[in-house]
Every structure is written in structure tokens, then in C-alpha cells.
T-cell receptor, first 115, second 109 residues
Framework: SAVISQKPSRDICQRGTSLTIQCQVD?????MFWYRQQPGQSLTLIAT?????????ESGFVIDKFPISRPNLTFSTLTVSNMSPEDSSIYLC????????????FGPGTRLTVL | SQQGEEDPQALSIQEGENATMNCSYK?????LQWYRQNSGRGLVHLIL?????REKHSGRLRVTLDTSKKSSSLLITASRAADTASYFC?????????FGTGTRLKVLA
């Protein structure tokens, strides 16, 4: 299984600012994903981070608001831009390895509060 | 939406009892995974069951899958206070997983 770390683990930010969240995997993985989990809710997929190309966004999420980078097979960043209180959530990075079983593993999450 | 629905939404049991959670989904899948999430933390992968499997065990966990009914269940036997958490199922149609609504389990000591 892959071990995934995220930085920062939590942050409190002012409205209108941006925050970049980093996700590091301890081994090369095929797929990396970013999810958002609003308080008391399930996980919603934001986008698939593609290595060497633009991320694939889900309906309701756009690149201008959530730019994503994935420069290699072990690292990705998600930026939450021009934040508002509605962006207060837990942001989770996940990765899927080379196994044919497509098991997906998660980082510990970043708890973001926007004032 | 392919999002799964889980029931019950919340479950409260006594330590030592068994807990059963159900997940229903809408479209064909390749795999279904179950996860546990302790309050405000990341998700812990519990079990993956493939579409051609009907039952899988891991320790005190038993997962069943009925593709004809598009449903899965997670059974936790001899529950412990440490099992208190939210449990999610996640289904994949292609390469990405869609999460269910979750069951909040509380195990009372």
C-alpha cells in the first residue's frame, strides 16, 4: 500500500486569499485524485491529477478556482483560489497504485477554515 | 449520479454486538471499496471486493457484494469502542471512485 502525506494538516485563511496543499506519495502511483469533504458530508471528487498534463475536473469544479499540478508520479498540489467561507472543508488527496485491484489510498487530509 | 447510498445513516450499538451497514449503487462497477474515517481525519482503506466476488473477510470484517441488486454490506463482528467512526463505500465505473453517503457508527462501551 502507498503512504500518503499532506501539508499543511490544517490552516485558517482569510477570505480572498489562496492556499496550496501539497500531497506526497512514498512510491510511484498511476492515479492521483483530490477530494473535498464538507462538514458532516461524504467525499466529493474535485479532479484527477494527471502527470504531465492538465487535470481532469468533475462537474462543478473549474481550473481557475482549483488549479492542480502533478509534476511527477509521486507529487501533486491543489490550490484553493480566492477563498470564501464556503470553501471551508477537509481536502483529501488519494492515490491509486499499479495493482490490478485499483485500491485507492488516502492522505490524512487538510482541514481548511476560511474566515 | 453514481453516488452510492448507505443505510442506516447512523447506528448506535453496544460493545460486543455486531454492526451491519449497507451500500446501494446505481451503475455497473468493477470494484467496491469500504473505508473507515475517524472524526475529521483521513480515510482508512478496509476492504476491496471485485465485481466477480461475492464475499470477503478481513479479521472482524465481512463484506458481501450482490451485483444483481447493486448492493453491498459491511459486517463488523464483536464491535469495540474503537470501531466508532464513519464508514463509506466507494464504487468505480471506470478509473475513479465515487463515495457513498456514509454510515456513522457509535459503539457504546
Amino acid at each position: 500500500s502507498a503512504v500518503i502525506s499532506q501539508k499543511p494538516s490544517r490552516d485558517i485563511c482569510q477570505r480572498g486569499t489562496s492556499l496550496t496543499i501539497q500531497c506526497q506519495v512514498d512510491s510511484q502511483v498511476t492515479m492521483m485524485f483530490w477530494y473535498r469533504q464538507q462538514p458532516g458530508q461524504s467525499l466529493t471528487l474535485i479532479a484527477t491529477a494527471n502527470q504531465g498534463s492538465e487535470a481532469t475536473y468533475e462537474s462543478g469544479f473549474v481550473i481557475d478556482k482549483f488549479p492542480i499540478s502533478r509534476p511527477n508520479l509521486t507529487f501533486s498540489t491543489l490550490t484553493v483560489s480566492n477563498m470564501s467561507p464556503e470553501d471551508s472543508s477537509i481536502y483529501l488527496c488519494s492515490a491509486q497504485g499499479w495493482s490490478s485491484y485499483n485500491e485507492q489510498f488516502f492522505g490524512p487530509g487538510t482541514r481548511l477554515t476560511v474566515l | 449520479s453514481q453516488q452510492g447510498e448507505e443505510d442506516p445513516q447512523a447506528l448506535s450499538i453496544q460493545e460486543g454486538e455486531n454492526a451491519t451497514m449497507n451500500c446501494s449503487y446505481k451503475t455497473s462497477i468493477n470494484n467496491l471499496q469500504w473505508y473507515r474515517q475517524n472524526s475529521g481525519r483521513g480515510l482508512v482503506h478496509l476492504i476491496l471486493i471485485r465485481s466477480n466476488e461475492r464475499e470477503k473477510h478481513s479479521g472482524r470484517l465481512r463484506v458481501t457484494l450482490d451485483t444483481s441488486k447493486k448492493s453491498s454490506s459491511l459486517l463488523i463482528t464483536a464491535s469495540r469502542a474503537a470501531d466508532t467512526a464513519s464508514y463509506f463505500c466507494a464504487t468505480d465505473g471506470t478509473y475513479k471512485y465515487i463515495f457513498g453517503t456514509g454510515t456513522r457508527l457509535k459503539v457504546l462501551a
